[in-house]
């Protein structure tokens, strides 16, 4: 890379202006692709370390604060959101082991989730972890995932820094609640948490090696106070001679209280179909543990938990919407547990007596019960909602977290039939009954029915003008299902609407949906999402002026075609943490494991369908497109910050006199998934007064 040039070019960038984002110097690539040619002016940004982009991003981060500091509104409202966010109590997160439900929790004016623990769902609570007061330089604490032994006693917990994901594996004292000296980094594999042995003083958890992110990892064996240098691995890269992992394969062991068996699963990369093992217990103490397949990728299981002497496993191989079928390990049989319906099946969860089976159907959440007869019975819930938390307790009971779009959350334990609300999460002081949501289906270019979820106050008046934000996702088969957020009043109560589309990618309609827009098919996932917004227009709730839509992640595919394909129906527009060069994204860390979903450019079919959609690829130099805020933070480790800074310097390339395009930055953040309260409240005061200010909002318009 010639970084001597590039460091002249970014000597000369023009002073930070109102008008005027940061100069982005060109240096372009050429690539050939099965006999395409691509050229990429910005392909220095992947050195992030460089000095060069680090210069490039701070100026742009720079500047995206100057221009959002100006928005006159944007104070008011972000004061708003805070007294929203403050109504009361949150938690989330429950644990339960030997009578004790372990929890996040936070209160009005708390800027993290802290740690707690309860002895029962109703008990009086006791603080164990305070990520915020723990030492250290480089940003904030997060807690990222923790695991309960069987006995209660002591607690597995992984910390990480900045929103990083790299998180530092620790144990917790349950009783003092101090911290034991094992600390095991590069741990932030283990969201699923770790598996605990039967004698609560050694556990299985997932590793990563010191040179890769997200690939190569194994599972080992660690006995509390021995040096973790020493572990063992017995599952997964290098670990068995005999069996070859892919490089992108991430295995994790489960145990389950009174089993003589371990389950060993395997993702292959962000695949939504899963391999599955088993052994003797007594037996995974080494690399040379005896393992038997007992489901590969061509089973098409999305899901399974071991019980006891059988596993329950969710299928899609016969069914898009799924069946449950039940593997006896001793005799290797396999039949059906629960057979398809209309309902989708999403995932089992192991209790004492049962296995419990969370279904979406239209748009809401079923839950189903399997008794050891082999009995399904349907368990009846208080309103139409998403079950968001399923924790089974040790005595037979089940917590359930159910919250709806118009609904806050509600903790329920269900002991049979009956399901009793708890005190674990007390009733927010929010009053929704002037807030309607709907759900709406809406002809997509092709003739398909896409589900489209509208929520806004009741009678909101149609008259083609009400400030609209969209939001879509669209992939790994990921449904967006109803979630309570009381922040949202702050853009219902001032006459907006706020609405999902539920495009093609997503799994709220089984596999056939997730496949729909899946590699060759993802310009559905676009296209449904421009299906939604223009139902939105035709029947008056908005125009393309009050027009704004939202896309993170995965989701930035959805957002970044919808820019560039139709810049005409959106006032503005945000990628968050979004991914936007689809021919590069496979060079990052995160890379391989999503090949499974969006394709290689290896493969010359994958790639004329992954340049087709590129976001970041198909914009064109002189077009008018809306204003755009693309969000990232700079400790990402699933979309690594260059791209979005690509997107964001690729637009305001192309139209440098036309609506504004900024890069925000978050120094203390990574993929958003570790931020803070505080954090993530700022992003939404900025992100909607930018559309506020764009959508000619009086007072959110800036003076010059």
Known sequence: ??????????????????????????????????????????????????????????????????????????????????????????????????????????????????????????????????????????????????????????????????????????????????????????????????????????????????????????????????????????????????????????????????????????????????????????????????????????????????????????????????????????????????????????????AKDAVFVKALDGGVSRLFKVDKSGKVSSVALPFDGTVREISPGNDGSVLVRLEGWTRPAQVLKITGKRAESTSLQKPLKVDTSGVEAQRVMVKSHDGTMVPLSILSQKNVAHDGKRPTILSGYGAYGISMEPRFAATRLAWLERGGVQAVCHVRGGGELGEDWHQGGYIQTKQNTVSDFIACAEWLIANHYTSPATLAGVGGSAGGITIGGTITQRPDLLAAAQSAVGISDMLRMETTPNGPPNIEEFGTVKNPDHFKSMYAISPYHRVKDGVAYPAVIVTTGANDPRVDAWLPGKFAARLQTANPNGKPVILRVDYDAGHGIGSNVGQALDETADVWSFFLWQMGDPAFQPTR
């Open 1 to 350: 890379m010639r970084h001597h040039a590039l460091a002249a070019a970014l000597i000369a960038l023009p002073a930070l202006s109102f008008a005027a984002a940061p100069a982005t110097p060109q240096i372009p690539v050429t690539d050939v692709y099965h006999g395409v040619t691509v050229v990429d002016p910005y392909r220095w940004m992947e050195d992030m370390k460089s000095p060069e982009f680090q210069t490039w991003l701070k100026a742009q981060a720079d500047y995206a604060n100057g221009v959002l500091t100006k928005i006159p509104g944007r104070d008011a409202l972000r004061k708003r959101l805070g007294e929203l966010a403050d109504l009361g109590e949150i938690t989330g997160g429950y644990e339960q082991a030997a009578g004790k439900v372990f929890y996040l929790k936070r209160a009005p004016g708390e800027n993290a989730r802290k740690l707690w623990v309860r002895k029962g769902s109703d008990g009086a609570e006791r603080l164990l972890l305070d990520p915020d007061s723990m030492p250290g330089e480089g940003g904030h604490h997060a807690i990222d995932w923790y695991s309960a032994s069987p006995d209660g006693k002591l607690l597995a917990v992984g910390i990480s820094m900045g929103g990083s994901e790299n998180s530092v594996l620790r144990i917790i004292d349950v009783a003092t609640g101090k911290l034991l000296g094992d600390a095991i980094d590069r741990a932030g594999l283990n969201e699923p948490g770790i598996a605990w042995l039967p004698d609560g003083k050694s556990f299985y958890y997932n590793r990563h090696p010191a040179d890769e992110r997200y690939n190569k990892s194994a599972v080992f064996l660690h006995h509390l106070g021995n040096d973790p240098a020493k572990d063992v691995a017995v599952f997964g890269w290098g670990a068995t001679p005999s069996r070859e992992f892919g490089l992108a394969d991430l295995p994790y062991l489960s145990t389950s209280k009174g089993s003589k068996w371990v389950l060993a699963e395997v993702l292959h990369g962000d695949s939504v179909n899963r391999s599955y093992w088993i052994a003797p217990l007594e037996t995974v103490k080494t690399g040379d543990t005896p393992w038997r397949r007992i489901i590969g990728p061509d089973d098409k299981v999305t899901h399974a938990v071991l019980s006891g002497s059988s596993v329950y496993a969710v299928t899609q191989k016969r069914a898009s919407r799924r069946e449950l079928l039940k593997f006896d390990l001793a005799s290797g049989k396999a039949t059906v547990a629960m057979p398809a319906s209309d309902a989708v099946l999403q995932a089992p969860i192991a």
